[in-house]
């Protein structure tokens, strides 16, 4: 055994060059019981998976959100692109239909009462958006 080499049960911090076995957050001596380390890996993979779920469910509801804001905004530029010829009062309901050259006009007249290519119900609520009835 060299000099400098220190028995393996003498704890010895060569960095400071001093015994510090008392300083120590563990057990040093030989009859002190055995660190182990627990095995974790069925809890991480357990709640990896309820995690994922989560996350999934959360993406799943925000994408069903941002696509019916997407058919809001669709429906709202259509009516607001129509032809229409008064000014649409807050909270009524009015109708949108098609031409014979295919363009969208609204009307106040209900399709049961007309013949028009009717493409659907609309309210105009008090943000100015207009709502598929």
């Known amino acids: 055994m060299s000099k400098d080499k220190k028995p393996d049960q003498v704890v010895f911090n060569e960095d400071t060059q001093r015994y510090d076995a008392s300083l120590k957050p563990y057990s040093t001596n030989i009859g002190a019981p055995a660190i182990k380390v627990s095995d974790n ?9 309820k995690a994922n779920k ?8 925000l994408k069903a959100a941002y696509d019916l804001m ?13 032809r229409y010829n008064f000014e649409p009062t807050v909270g009524e ?12 006009f609204l009307s ?12 659907g119900s609309f309210e105009l609520n008090s943000e100015f958006v207009w709502k598929k009835v």
């Open 108 to 119: 106040i007249i209900a399709p049961n009462d007309c013949n028009f290519n009717f493409i």
């Open 54 to 61: 989560q996350i999934q469910a959360k993406y799943l509801e």
């Open 70 to 82: 997407m058919e809001e905004l669709q429906y709202n530029n259509l009516v607001y692109n129509s």
């Open 93 to 104: 309901t009015y109708h949108l239909y098609r031409d014979k050259k295919d363009q969208p």
């Open 41 to 49: 890996s069925t809890w991480k993979n357990r709640n990896i998976l």
